[in-house]
């Protein structure tokens, strides 16, 4: 272990993913956590499982961060660089198919759709309105249904008679699948019905207008899903690639970046032992000094202030030492 690694770290709203590679890009240690609502307290975990498994021998050169709390995570570790998923996940993408034309990625909470042409994204559209078609609705629709959402693929892909259910809004996709139960379908049919509609409803909104290309690769949690995999390739007549690594592949993008960022730098980790001896917590309140109202979020090590944000005038977050009893409306 002594020729140094780079972690990339994915934190997301459903999952939380910690990626460990070499100087060549292999990974060596992937994790795929659920967040639980509790980033922080997870991410520590999944840091306090590398050091115990390799020590003071893990030497870290490079840290990424990625996913809608990649700011949060970047605080806690000491990121060497912090991007958004798209450049992320397009990053892992070319990484192990350079030739790649389009991402699908589908998560717990959201999805997203990226063309890349001569290996840089050249257009990409995000859907984190509705959650239909995400893996927290299918978890949910597979609850309902008494199927461990692990056997939800296999059991779909069995349909030969698969229903037409409405997949533009989640509440009128779980009340058709309601109605179809009722009305004495097969339940394999109903869940391969379902795959379809959510393909479709991807494919109008996220895709409209946009030239699918192949390679096309399907990545995030859902992909694990076999069904739909299967719902896309029958609606766009074409095969679609699973990379092994599908649901870290934002964590994998943004470590291969800290490796490029940190080439004879000094990585700004904190180390293992000073983030898992932390005590990290947030704190939050509303300003009142204008009609914008923000809520402003403080950022503490150990008790003592780290960072703000959230103000749009950056009173806060420009100046750690402004103090809240500064502001005259509270």
């Known amino acids: 272990m002594k020729e140094g690694f780079f972690l990339g770290i994915d934190i997301g709203s459903v999952s939380t993913n910690v990626v460990l590679i070499d100087k060549n890009g292999g990974v060596i240690e992937n994790m795929y956590l659920r967040t639980q609502g509790k980033p922080i307290e997870v991410l520590q975990k999944a840091l306090a499982t590398l050091y115990e498994k390799y020590g003071d021998s893990l030497r870290i050169k490079g840290v990424g961060t990625t996913g809608s709390g990649r700011h949060l995570a970047s605080l806690v570790v000491g990121a060497d660089i912090v991007k958004n998923e798209i450049t992320a996940h397009a990053k892992a993408a070319i990484y192990f198919v350079p030739d790649v034309r389009t991402i699908i990625e589908i998560g717990g909470q959201d999805s997203k759709i990226i063309l890349i042409k001569d290996r840089i994204v050249i257009d990409f559209a995000m859907n984190t309105i509705c959650a239909a078609g995400t893996g927290s609705f299918l978890d949910r629709q597979a609850e309902r249904l008494n199927i461990p959402i692990e056997k939800f693929g296999e059991t779909a892909i069995k349909s030969q008679n698969p229903v037409r259910i409405a997949g533009r809004c989640a509440v009128f996709a779980e009340s058709d699948m309601i109605h179809k139960q009722q009305l004495g379908h097969r339940c394999e049919d109903i869940l391969f019905g379902l795959c379809l509609a959510l393909a479709r409803n991807y494919l109008t909104n996220l895709a409209k207008g946009k030239n699918l290309e192949n390679p096309i690769l399907f990545q995030g949690g859902v992909a694990a899903n076999i069904a739909m995999k299967k719902a896309f390739e029958q609606l766009l007549g074409t095969q679609i690639i699973v ?88």
């Open 243 to 330: 990379p092994k690594f599908y649901n870290v592949m934002g964590a994998i993008g943004i470590a291969l970046l800290a490796k490029e960022r940190t080439k004879g730098l000094i990585t700004k980790f904190r180390g293992f032992e000073n983030i898992n001896g932390c005590k990290f917590e947030t704190k939050g309140f509303e300003c009142h000094d204008c009609s914008n109202y923000c809520e402003v979020v403080g950022f503490y090590s150990n008790g003592s202030l780290v960072a703000r944000w959230g103000d749009r005038c950056q009173k806060y977050s420009s100046n750690r030492n402004y103090h809240i009893e500064n502001s005259k409306n509270l």
